[in-house]
Each structure stands twice: as structure tokens, then as C-alpha cells.
């Protein structure tokens, strides 16, 4: 079968503009379709667009019997150009339909499918990310990726109107950022580089010109976990503030989220019945909870852990169940379990001005008061076994004036995926990339 050429013709409504209003009115529409209902001399062909999807209704006596021959041949995800009429009709979805009076066909799709893009035939997760490009046309995966649009452009919106310049940091770095060996080398000439964890150092010099900045981009984790939570490369969103201390950040963290759950109610609510999700409602200002209130909350749940420990998975699954549907802040956190740029309360203080912010049990942000000082910043290093030649081009900043400042980053991913519920992270991602999955 030879495609049609697209020609002169040009969409002038999207499917979800076609309403009974528009009774009569002649219309050009572009599209896949998803589903064909051939009943012999009744053919119902629905049409989906970025927008929705319309009933074209297809019958001996109201079309061309060319027409009629070609809508025949057609298959689910073939792309269509359709010009044809409104009809207003109330045993039609939506109580309208087209009545097709041209038809190109523009794209063949071939058969079987990997899988059923309606989303009605359920698939395992590897077969949906093999066949990513058609798992996105399911409903569900549409709504997902809108809600995500909505959450980035609130973030974007606050952010700006808060008074933070969105910049742009390298990708491709000299050494790390939080230390440790998660980090994949690269080549780079003649040079060995690594792909950026964070920006967190160049956020913090930024903020000595800028005063408050934020980035939202993509980072790397060479990490082995291969969870429903954890992907080697995922979006972070990153503030840095001067001036400021971990409480002043931990507001601007709740007073994000509130507009962020208040824009996704007014917004997406129909992507919202897609996925059968209810957002929270959330009160100002949110819970908190020191380090040692939430190791006593464990071992009153009869969770066996020591303070001074990190809080492993199986620490953060209790915590999610005894704090069910709920934005929480956990702070005053062990020096020893945060990254060596994090500030201690005092010299000889084991807490430090650090914090987590978490829905149920997941972390969603990490965040706190940066250490000011470039004494203290060199001790901090050796500390966790660094070497402070390696960070000579991070801490010469500190001899140009360095204020006192603090900031976070919010795993973007892991946001969408608490509030929409999702059991699997990668379900909230378009590529994603893990220990396994290196396409498509």
C-alpha cells in the first residue's frame, strides 16, 4: 500500500476541540488509529490525537464509496489525515462524531503489535520500555507525562517568582561532586572525566554571583541497586540560596510542593480519572521529625536499628506505613551520614543542619546548610576520606567571599512517581536508564 503525500491539507482542530457546537462545520483532523469497529456496511474508526480521541463514523450511504474501500484497509496505528463534517449525535462518545468525506493514509504501522497501546491488554514493564513508543500512546502513559509537564512548569513558575535564575551546569566534570565511586568515566581526550552526580558545587559557587539559583537537568549515578525506586541516570531539581539557612530552604521545599499539588488538582484532572489518582490535600507547614524521633518511631515498630545509621529501605517502608498518604521532613541528622559539604550544628556537635524530605517512604529531597567555611570545608573532606587538591578548583570560590548558604535536590522521578502512586519508577520516565536497560 502506497502512503498518501500529506499535500496542502493542514489539522484545523485537535479532537478535543470537536464538540456538538460544531454541528455542520467542516473540519480537518491528523491522527493514529485506535481502534476499528467493522460491521459491514458500519465502520467506527477512532481517532487519536495528542488531545484525545473522536468517532469517525463510516457508512455505505453517507460516504464516497472510494472512501468507504479505503477506511476498509486501514489498521490500528495507521496515521490518517480525515476531512470531513461534525455531526452531532447523542449515542456517540462525547455526542459527536465525524462523518468522513476525505481520507489520507500517511503511515502504515506493522502487525501483530508488541503490545496493545489502548493499555487494555496489561504488559510487563520490559515489554512496555522494549516497545516504549507504543506503551506511550496508552492513555495511562499519556497522562503520566502531562502531569509531569505540569509538575516541571509549576516548579519553574514558583521558582522564578521566588526570585531563583535558572542556570546550566557541566555534565562532563573533573571530580565529584559528594565523593564516593559512583561515577562513570568518560573519555575526554586526554583526560579521564566523569558524568555529573549533582551540581551541587557548582550551585554553591553560583550563589556567591547570583544569590539564588536552580537547575533542573540530568544526572548520573553509577550505582549497582537495581530497584523500583533507582535509575543510573534521573532528572534532579536543585536550589541554592545565599543568605539562608536549612529552615529557610525546608519552607520554600513545602511552600513547592503546595503549589505544585494545587496546580495538578486545577489542571490535569482528567489525567488524574486516567490513573484512578486522588491527590493530597496538605496543610502548611508540614510535619517534622528529628533523626532520633524517627530511629524511636522504628523501634516502637519494633525495627532494629542503631542511631547513627542511615536509614536503609526496610527503615524507610516502616516509616511509609506509619506515615500513610503523608509529606514529611526528617531532620538533625548524624554528621557521619551526610556528604561532606553539609554543616555541622556546631565543631564538636555529631548533628549537622541537614534534612530529607520524604512522602511515605520514599526520599524525595535532600537538602541543608552548606558549610561556609574553607577550613571547615577541608576538614569535612578528609573526614570522609577525600582529598582537598582534588576540590582546589571548588575551594579557591571560597577565597572570593563565600556567604552563608543552603539549598537541596528533589529527585524529580521519585516525585512523580509518589504522588501518582506508581509501583515502579521507570513507569514515570521516558527512557530509562539502569543497570540493565541501556535502550531504547
Known amino acids: 500500500m502506497m502512503n498518501d503525500d500529506l499535500g496542502t491539507w493542514r489539522r484545523t482542530h485537535y479532537t478535543n476541540m470537536i464538540t456538538p457546537n460544531l454541528d455542520g462545520a467542516k473540519v480537518t483532523l491528523f491522527g493514529w488509529v485506535q481502534e476499528i469497529r ?39 496505528e495507521f496515521v490518517i489525515g480525515v476531512n470531513g463534517l461534525v455531526k452531532k449525535r447523542d449515542e456517540a462518545p462525547r455526542g459527536v462524531e465525524i462523518l468522513p468525506q476525505e481520507i489520507k493514509i500517511l503511515a502504515l504501522a506493522n502487525h501483530p503489535l508488541p503490545l496493545d497501546p ?38 519553574r513558575r514558583v521558582l522564578s517568582e521566588t526570585g531563583h535564575l535558572e542556570i546550566h551546569t557541566p555534565r562532563i566534570i573533573a571530580a ?15 583526560e579521564t572525566a566523569y558524568l555529573a552526580q549533582s551540581p551541587e558545587l557548582y550551585k554553591e559557587e553560583l550563589i556567591s554571583v547570583f544569590e539564588k539559583v536552580y537547575e533542573i537537568g540530568g544526572f548520573f549515578r553509577a550505582e549497582e541497586s537495581h530497584t523500583r525506586r533507582h535509575l543510573n541516570e534521573f532528572i534532579s531539581v536543585d536550589v541554592e540560596e545565599a543568605f539562608v539557612n536549612v529552615n529557610d530552604v525546608m519552607r520554600l521545599q513545602e511552600e513547592l510542593i503546595f503549589h505544585i499539588l494545587k496546580d495538578i488538582k486545577n489542571k490535569c484532572s482528567l489525567q488524574l480519572d486516567t490513573l484512578g489518582v486522588k491527590i493530597p490535600t496538605i496543610e502548611l507547614p508540614l510535619k517534622r521529625y528529628t533523626y532520633s524521633q524517627v530511629i524511636d518511631q522504628l523501634k516502637n515498630n519494633d525495627f532494629k536499628i542503631e542511631w547513627g545509621e542511615d536509614l536503609s529501605t526496610p527503615a524507610c517502608r516502616v516509616l511509609g506505613d506509619i506515615h500513610h498518604k503523608e509529606f514529611y521532613f526528617i531532620d538533625e541528622w548524624p554528621t557521619k551520614t551526610r556528604p561532606f559539604y553539609i554543616k555541622p550544628r556546631s565543631d564538636k556537635n ?19 546548610s552548606r558549610v561556609d567555611d574553607p577550613n571547615q570545608l577541608i576538614n569535612r573532606l578528609r573526614e570522609q576520606g577525600l582529598n582537598p587538591e582534588n576540590f582546589d578548583f571548588h575551594l579557591k570560590t571560597y ?42
Open 350 to 368: 555529631e548533628l549537622c543542619e541537614a534534612f530529607d524530605f520524604m512522602y511515605e517512604w520514599i526520599e524525595i529531597t535532600s537538602g541543608g
Open 176 to 190: 565529584a561532586a559528594e565523593g564516593g565511586a559512583s561515577l562513570f568515566p568518560v573519555e575526554y581526550f586526554e
Open 118 to 155: 489502548t493499555g487494555r491488554v496489561p504488559a510487563e514493564i520490559d515489554v512496555r520500555l522494549d516497545a516504549r513508543i507504543l506503551d506511550l500512546r496508552c492513555p495511562e502513559s499519556q497522562a503520566i507525562f502531562k502531569i509531569r509537564h505540569e509538575i516541571v512548569s509549576t516548579t
Open 38 to 76: 467493522d460491521l459491514g456496511n458500519l465502520i467506527f474508526v477512532n481517532l487519536r490525537d495528542k488531545e484525545g480521541v473522536i468517532q469517525i463514523t463510516v457508512t455505505t450511504k453517507n460516504t464516497d464509496a472510494e472512501v468507504f474501500e479505503k477506511i476498509r484497509k486501514l489498521a490500528r
Open 399 to 440: 577565597y572570593y567571599g563565600m556567604p552563608p548558604h543552603a539549598g537541596w535536590g528533589m529527585g524529580l522521578d521519585r516525585l512523580v512517581m509518589a504522588i501518582l502512586d506508581r509501583d515502579n519508577i521507570r513507569d514515570v520516565v521516558l527512557f530509562p536508564r539502569d543497570r540493565v536497560r541501556l535502550k531504547p
